[in-house]
């Protein structure tokens, strides 16, 4: 019988994608980039059972596909290199040789086998790598298991981010400490299923392969996919995570006892990254989080509240902090979900807006107060069912004209 005593979940305040036992990292600047680094590596001491989800772009990046040929080879990575700066998507056949030669020149680096070995890229779709400049910075990686070896790799691996983003958290099981890990990228072309988002997750848990897939794919439904900066899907989101078994905890798969525990970590991790993603959004200056509550079913919840979400005009009013609920009915009006216009109600933090299909009187100074928070919360129940789901994005503002209209310049 599965174990139902709440898991005791901690955070980490300090802790890094290489605070998990048997991990190590590095980053470097290769010449791709002017001055910043652009080059990154999350290294393993041994094999790890392994699992990643891929964008739904037709145009799936050559590192995507030499990716998802080392994984499904034995389930098994030792290493993620990365590189920024230039996405490598869109460059044919030499595009995917050259994700072959980063990915042996890794491999011959530090003595792996090739297919032990994922590939990501990240940077301006179009344009080939400059793969004398990627072998060299290779050459150089010198990956460390302490704080400055995870900031240098979480610096590699950002382009218009304005902040790097980590998480991490520990957990019991079998009475053993383990730890989940993390880091992220992403802060334009983000709407996930996924984005020019990358996120890589290690743990020093022993899960066995098919576990850790069916975990990353549920989680990621409701945390990566479910933000969105501005309704672009990019072709070279990747979610990594790296499972070395050093914890020496008991194998996790469903049916271990507190296999609930682990995956609520691992959870509160990606939503973690998740949301700090949006919050950086391309030229944004708040977070926003919209729940869904009273839908027919978890899909319905989750489509509606990544529709208010992501609805520009929704974005725009809160930048403004214009407390105009219409911009919300409008979103939830045209979402493919069941809705009774009857049942509906609208909350802006506490403040009841709408209900039973009529406008509710409110205080309009304290609505833009609540608009001027870095971090704003609309709810919206429907009214018609149980089932519930979250979306989280932000504000859209004149810079991220700014920076879009000059990304290549």
């Known amino acids: 019988m599965l174990e139902t005593k709440e898991p005791k979940v901690k955070k980490i305040s300090n802790g890094t994608v290489v605070t998990p036992k048997g991990f190590s990292a590095d980053g470097v600047h290769a010449g791709l980039r002017h001055a910043k680094k652009d080059i990154g590596i999350v290294l393993s001491e041994v094999p790890a059972n392994?699992?990643?989800?891929?964008?739904?772009?037709?145009?799936?990046?050559p590192p995507l596909k030499v990716t998802q040929e080392s994984i499904a080879k034995d389930g098994l990575l030792q290493a993620i290199i990365v590189n920024s700066a230039i996405a490598n998507a869109c460059t044919g056949e030499q595009g995917l040789k050259d994700a072959y030669e980063m990915r042996a020149s890794c491999a011959k680096k530090f003595n792996l086998k090739d297919e032990h070995v994922a590939v990501a890229s990240t940077g301006v779709i179009g344009e080939y790598l400059k793969m004398d400049k990627i072998n060299k910075g290779i050459s150089e990686l010198n990956p460390t298991a302490d704080e400055s070896g995870a900031e240098a790799f979480q610096t590699a691996i950002l382009t218009t981010d304005l902040v790097m983003k980590t998480s991490c958290?520990?957990?019991?099981?079998?009475?053993?400490?383990?730890?989940?890990?993390?880091?992220?990228?992403?802060?334009?072309?983000?709407?996930?299923?996924?984005?020019?988002m990358l996120a890589f997750v290690t743990t020093d848990a022993k899960i066995s392969s098919s576990a850790l897939h069916k975990a990353l794919r549920e989680i990621t439904d409701v945390s990566f996919n479910q933000i969105t900066v501005d309704g672009e899907t990019s072709t070279n989101d990747m979610v990594v995570v790296m499972a070395n078994g050093l914890a020496e905890n008991n194998e996790l798969t469903e049916t271990h006892p507190q296999w609930s525990h682990f995956a609520q970590a691992l959870q509160i991790v990606c939503e973690e990254l998740a949301k700090q993603i949006a919050k950086d959004g391309e030229g944004a200056t708040k977070l926003i989080e919209v729940e869904v509550k009273g839908a027919k079913s978890k899909e319905d919840a989750n489509i509606a509240a990544k529709k208010i979400v992501g609805s520009s005009l929704v974005k725009?009013?809160?930048?403004?902090?214009?407390?105009?609920?219409?911009?919300?009915?409008?979103?939830v009006g045209h979402s493919d979900v069941s809705v009774n216009p009857d049942k509906i109600e609208i909350y802006l933090e506490d403040i009841c807006m709408f209900t039973k299909n009529s406008p509710q009187?409110?205080?309009?100074?304290?609505?833009?107060?609540?608009?001027?928070?870095?971090?704003?919360?609309?709810?919206?129940?429907?009214?018609?069912?149980?089932?519930?789901?979250?979306?989280?994005?932000?504000?859209?503002?004149y810079d991220y004209i700014k920076i879009n209209a000059s990304y290549r310049t």
């Open 50 to 61: 392994s699992a990643a989800v891929y964008t739904k772009s037709h145009f799936q990046a």
């Open 169 to 196: 958290y520990e957990v019991e099981i079998d009475g053993k400490k383990v730890v989940i890990g993390g880091t992220s990228k992403g802060s334009g072309m983000i709407h996930p299923n996924m984005a020019t």
């Open 316 to 331: 725009t009013a809160v930048y403004g902090a214009d407390a105009n609920w219409g911009r919300i009915i409008g979103a």
């Open 361 to 397: 009187p409110f205080d309009e100074e304290a609505a833009k107060k609540c608009l001027e928070n870095d971090k704003v919360r609309i709810t919206v129940n429907l009214g018609i069912g149980e089932a519930s789901g979250r979306a989280w994005g932000c504000d859209l503002t």
